[in-house]
């Protein structure tokens, strides 16, 4: 078995603190990812993930809690976002691309200051691509408990979710409050990806939300199902990756292979062979 | 600010900001913002893989064709969106892996990602003026075909333009564009040049070339004001083009409030 799983794999803390977090991360994303795809706000997803690395940029010069920087950029773009929400799907893509560019730039801002002022170079990696080795075992219940509570209201929103995306008026004839629930979503959503972001990285985590999900919808058109398929293939790619990179350190002496870069060619390698597995049919234009 | 070796700078982003705000005039015209911002992103590998020793310039032009082409043979099966997600996390995770392989991580990939204005030599003037020159004259011959299957796709496939070529040429043109672009304001914010002068410009008017020149003109002034800012505080530039491209989108919305007050809602927006 040692060619598989390279020796200390599972009593070495990091890993294991990965492999908790990551995985965490990868359900919640696949979750939200379904419903994303389903109600189109994949450039959303996208886009709070990158703005959420100028909290994590933030984080690295304040030296506070890297998950709370995150978080509450990605929270804040979120309001900004629906608040000046637009109603046609375009006006609402231009919006969320000048949110992303002002964040970005927020972003660019704040590593100079990173790295200027603090002398913390690898500010710029770690935020733009992750650090799935050197999360700190402190975050790992708050972690998870920001991924718990995502999935419970996910729950809890599921059908009046559901029905926002597939006919918004017939949902606010049955007395669905719209754009609340448009809201509640996509703070969701900005809890997902800012985990992801702090695994696999800012500009990587639209891997994990949109990958997995894109590909279950490939084979299941019925949402619980496509829910179910999507989490296992999240989960098999995030934990895959985790121990290819592992496993790397011995292809190449001294030098392992960035965790990113495993998890998304297993799900992109997952989207192929849904292609080749899923029935042929029409486009159905969705 | 306008010592010799500055003067490269100058002219290059001076040639990106008016390219950039034309083509940026069709990116919202036609709703293609993602995708705008994915094709910059997703040349991250071919940056990445210059650092491995690869030309710069082809490891650019690869990286946008491959995105190109990922995003419309995608799109024939998935959501427009969805597929240029998809062809975006690929390339990233390819550049990601090119990056570890080379030595010069944390240096270069902040360079990468958000530019370096200052350090343009002497040899990049020309290719990007012929790229620019290459880009204007897609936008020139392209004009009625893009303006025309941009507001009905039926009609644009009536006369004759399959909506499909359409978008593959269109998207091949913001590659071009951002390829080009790349070097001076960095993979994420080349396309908040191509998105807040043209959304400011559409706001101000609705006949397209007048908001085309208008757009053009912004973005020039976006690109220098960041540049004497950049130049002046040693903030990044990326800050300020992301900064000034969210001013003139809030500018833009301001002024279509303003307007629509005493007017009638116009019959279609975008098209006189």
Redo the contacts between chains.
């Keep these: 078995m040692s060619w598989i799983f390279a020796e200390g794999f599972f009593t070495s803390a990091p890993v294991q603190t990965a492999l908790l977090v990551g995985g965490g991360a990868a359900v919640v994303s696949a979750v939200a990812g379904v419903f994303t795809i389903i109600r189109g706000q994949s450039f959303a997803g996208h886009a709070l993930a990158d703005v959420s690395s100028a909290g994590g940029s933030a984080a690295f010069l304040f030296g506070i809690n890297p998950l709370l920087g995150f978080l509450s950029m990605a929270v804040l773009s979120a309001l900004v976002m629906e608040g000046f929400g637009a109603k046609r799907a375009a006006e609402r893509d231009l919006l969320t691309g000048i949110v992303l560019g002002a964040g970005l730039g927020l972003t660019a801002l704040l590593l100079y200051f990173d790295v200027s002022a603090r002398g913390t170079a690898g500010a710029a990696i770690a935020v733009m691509f992750g650090s799935m080795f050197a999360i700190a075992p402190g975050i790992v219940p708050l972690a998870l408990g920001i991924g718990l509570g995502a999935l419970v209201v996910i729950g809890l929103l599921y059908r009046p979710l559901l029905l926002c995306a597939l006919n918004p008026d017939i949902a606010a004839i049955r007395g669905v409050k719209v754009r609340l629930v448009g809201l509640a979503y996509l703070l969701v959503l900005s809890l997902a990806v800012t985990l992801s972001a702090m695994t696999i990285g800012a500009i990587l985590s639209t891997a994990l939300l949109i990958g997995p999900a894109a590909a279950a919808l490939r084979l299941a058109r019925r949402p619980g199902v496509a829910i179910a398929l999507a989490v296992l293939i999240g989960l098999g790619a995030c934990w895959g990756g985790i121990l290819l990179a592992y496993d790397s350190y011995d292809w190449t002496p001294g030098h392992g292979w960035p965790v990113s870069f495993f998890i998304v060619s297993l799900i992109f390698l997952a989207y192929l062979a849904t292609g080749l597995a899923a029935p042929r049919r029409a486009p159905a234009g969705g | 600010m306008f010592s010799s070796f500055m003067m490269n700078s100058w002219i290059v982003a001076s040639m990106v900001a008016i390219v950039a705000g034309l083509v940026g005039f069709f990116v ?1 015209l ?2 293609a ?2 995708a ?2 994915a094709l910059p ?1 997703g040349t991250f590998p071919g940056e990445a893989a210059s650092l491995l020793g690869v030309n710069q310039l082809f490891g650019l032009a690869g990286a946008a064709i491959l995105g190109v082409a990922g995003i419309s043979l995608l799109a ?4 427009n ?2 597929a ?3 062809t ?3 390339l ?3 550049g ?2 090119f ?2 392989l080379s030595s010069q ?3 270069g ?2 360079a990468l ?2 530019g370096e204005v200052l350090g343009i030599g002497a040899d990049q003037v020309l290719p990007v003026a012929l790229i620019s020159l290459a880009a204007l004259s897609a936008i020139l011959l392209l004009f009625r075909p893009l303006l025309l299957s941009a507001v009905s796709e039926d009609l644009s496939a009536v006369r004759g333009a399959p909506p499909g070529l359409i978008d593959l040429l269109f998207l091949s043109i913001v590659g071009l564009t951002t390829a080009m672009a790349l070097p001076v304001v ?1 993979a ?2 080349v ?2 040049l191509m ?2 002068p043209a ?1 400011a410009a559409r706001a101000m008017s609705a006949r397209p070339l007048p908001a085309m020149l208008l757009s053009a003109a912004i973005a020039l002034g976006m690109a220098w004001a960041s540049m004497a800012l950049s130049y002046l505080s040693n ?2 530039v ?6 000034l ?2 001013l003139a ?1 809030a500018i833009g ?1 301001g002024w279509s409030r303003m307007t629509r007050i005493g007017h009638q809602p116009r019959q279609s927006p975008g098209l006189a």
């Design positions: 919202v036609r709703g913002t993602f705008a911002h992103l024939r099966r998935q959501r969106e969805v240029t997600a998809l975006l996390i690929t990233l995770g390819l990601t892996l990056l570890s991580y944390a240096q990939v902040y990602l958000f960095g994420l914010l396309f908040s998105v807040g959304s903030w990044p990326g800050f300020f083009v992301g900064t491209a969210a989108y919305r």
